[in-house]
């Protein structure tokens, strides 16, 4: 079983004890994905690492969507609900890339595939070279856009 989800099940059953009721209700919900990403498809499997980070990234993209959308709504409960939800699967995150790493990120990407001067044509093959690098660290639009940048200027 992967690392990453058997911390999630000790940290759920510790948050239950402490009686921590948004970090309860979070953790369960990140498991609950987990194992529906596990049944998806055809056949059912256990997820690595990575997959199990993957489900985390999305159930955290939802979270700060959910939370924005709150704010705009004026219902400033909600949308502190759906923050705190957020910084809880943070933890289980690798750290965020700042702009400055992502820029050299995409920087080498860029020189090792010989893509300056090619414009917006190698912007799938940047793109899917970095993948690896950045998921669960930066968001794609941010990579698309700094990839973009890159490549055009």
């Known amino acids: 079983m992967p690392e990453l989800k058997d911390r999630l099940r000790t940290d759920l059953t510790a948050a239950m004890k402490a009686r921590d009721g948004v970090r309860a209700s979070t953790l369960r919900m990140a498991l609950t994905a987990v194992t529906n990403a596990e049944v998806a498809g055809k056949q059912a499997r256990v997820l690595s690492d990575d ?3 993957a489900v985390l990234v999305s159930e955290a993209k939802k979270r700060r969507e959910a ?4 704010d705009e709504g004026g219902r400033d409960d909600s949308a502190s609900k759906e923050r705190a939800e957020a ?8 750290s965020p890339l700042t702009d ?5 990120l995409v920087t080498v990407a860029v020189d090792e595939l010989g893509a300056r001067g090619q414009g917006m044509q190698a912007m799938g093959r940047v793109m899917g070279q970095l993948k ?3 998921t669960g660290r930066a968001d794609g639009a941010a990579v698309a856009a700094e990839v973009r940048r890159q490549l055009t200027g």
Do not use: R
């Open 100 to 104: 400055d790493e992502l820029a050299a």
């Open 87 to 94: 910084a809880v699967l943070a933890d289980y995150l690798p």
């Open 51 to 53: 997959e199990v980070t």
């Open 132 to 134: 690896p690098q950045v």
């Open 67 to 70: 939370a924005q959308a709150f």
